[in-house]
Every structure is written in C-alpha cells, then in structure tokens.
C-alpha cells in the first residue's frame, strides 16, 4: 500500500506560478509510474503529466506542454509539478496518484489504471 500527500496548491493571478508536492510513504521509484491529475467542475479527471523512474521518461498532456515541469527528489520520495504561466483553464483539484508500470509512460498516465491516490489540492486561477 502507498499513501500520498499532496501540498502547495492556492489562488494565483493567471501568468502566475505554483509548485506542487507530492510526497509517498515508501519508495515507488523503479517499478511506477507516478503523476499529476485533475478535475475541473462538471469535467472529467484527465492526466495532467507522468514520469517514470525507470527510464526517466515523462508524459504532459497537450494544454500544459510547455509550462508544467514534473520533477522527482528520489531522497525525499517526492514529486513535483512546478505550473508557470497559469491559465484560469487550470483551475481544477489536482491529485497525485501512482501505479506499477504498465506500457509506455502515456499509457499509464490515465485516472483509470491509478490504484493509488492523494487526497487532492485544490488550485485555482482567477484574477
């Protein structure tokens, strides 16, 4: 079983930045895949970007290509998202979630195939 925790979400002006964290309580670097998700109001929960240790490949989805950086710190068993120029778009309630590696590092990277969740962080971009 994995926990993770999430932190660092809040308001910003759009053009903005925020970094989110996402810390496990063991190692599940090697064999997963590990990644940002999110939800917007009356949305769907779409995969916001993925990497995979294993290799270090990482997947964003189209609209955050660009601006969003996923990072690791395998020491401290976290994950970062660091979100420049951030669109009012963005707002949603972003959730860590990790899985054991199933194909490509995109194949992987949907809410579905996701065993393990964080509580969520809500962001949210408005002027």
């Known amino acids: 079983q994995v926990q993770l925790v999430e932190s660092g979400g809040g308001l910003v002006q759009p053009g903005g930045s925020l970094r989110l964290s996402c810390t496990a309580s063991?190692?599940?670097?090697?064999?997963?895949?590990i990644g940002w998700f999110r939800q917007a109001p009356g949305k769907e929960r779409e995969g916001v970007s993925c990497?995979?240790?294993?290799?270090?490949?990482?997947y964003y989805t189209d609209s955050v290509s660009g601006r969003f950086t996923i990072s690791r710190d395998k020491a401290k068993n976290t994950v970062y998202l660091q979100m420049n120029s951030l669109k009012p778009e963005d707002t949603a309630v972003y959730y860590c979630?990790?899985?054991?590696?199933?194909?490509?590092?995109?194949?992987?990277?949907?809410?579905?195939?996701?065993?393990?969740w964080g509580q969520g962080t809500q962001v949210t971009v408005s002027s």
């Open positions: 063991r190692f599940i670097w090697n064999y997963y895949v």
């Open positions: 990497t995979r240790d294993s290799d270090g490949s990482t």
């Open positions: 979630a990790a899985t054991q590696i199933v194909g490509t590092v995109q194949a992987s990277c949907v809410p579905w195939r996701q065993p393990y």
